[in-house]
Structure formats: C-alpha cells, structure tokens
C-alpha cells in the first residue's frame, strides 16, 4: 500500500507560480512511475504531467507544456510540480498519482488515469484573473 500526500496548492493571481509536492510512503519510490493530474468542477479528470522513476523519462499535457514542471527526489520520496506562468484555466483540484508497475513511456500509457495505483487525496490551486 502506498500513501500520497500532496501539498502545495493556494490562490494565486493569473501569471504566478506555484509549487506542489507530493510525498509518498514506500520504500521503493525510484521505481514508481509519478504522475499528476487535475480536475476542474464539472470537467473530467486529465493528466497533467508524469515522471519515470528515476525522472529521466517526462511528459506534459500539451496545455502546460513550457509552463508547468515535473521533477521528483528520490531521497525524498517526492514528486513535484513546479507552475509557472498560471492562467485561469489551471484553477482545479490537482492529484498526485503513482504506479508501482513497469509503465510504457509513451504518452497513450503515461497519460491514462486508469494505469495509476493510488492516488493523493488532491490539494485546490485556484488562478485569479
């Protein structure tokens, strides 16, 4: 069983930054494929972001690709999600997911929800305009 926790989210005005964490329990966090995902009220989940285990292999939604940043600390157990350049269109809930599995690094793999094991209980960033 593995636990996340995200933290990190806020209010923030159009065209700052944020950063969220997740932490994990476990004790083989480098081999967990870490992903992140967002849901707006009323929409649909969708991935945002996804690291291999050791960070070498990325992927971003076409919608945060060159604002939004995955990185993780193996050390650490966490994953991160620098945002930079926010708009009102990022306000959502945004998770924190794992796969402890082997994941195929292509993006048809890394972006399904399904595919993740366990999930964060979600932190709210809200973008003002």
């Known amino acids: 069983q593995v636990q996340l926790e995200e933290s990190g989210g806020g209010l923030v005005q159009a065209g700052e930054s944020l950063r969220l964490s997740c932490t994990a329990s476990?004790?083989?966090?480098?081999?967990?494929?870490m992903a992140w995902f967002r849901q707006a009220p009323g929409k649909e989940r969708e991935f945002v972001a996804a690291?291999?285990?050791?960070?070498?292999?990325?992927g971003y939604a076409d919608s945060v690709k060159g604002r939004f940043t995955i990185s993780r600390d193996n050390a650490k157990n966490t994953v991160y999600l620098q945002m930079n350049s926010l708009k009102p269109e990022d306000t959502a809930v945004y998770y924190c997911?794992?796969?402890?599995?082997?994941?195929?690094?292509?993006?048809?793999?890394?972006?399904?929800?399904?595919?993740?094991?366990?999930w964060g209980q979600g932190t709210q960033v809200t973008v003002s305009s």
């Open positions: 997911a794992a796969r402890t599995r082997g994941l195929i690094y292509i993006y048809t793999y890394y972006s399904r929800p399904d595919l993740y094991e366990y």
């Open positions: 476990g004790r083989t966090f480098s081999s967990y494929s």
């Open positions: 690291s291999s285990g050791s960070g070498g292999n990325t």
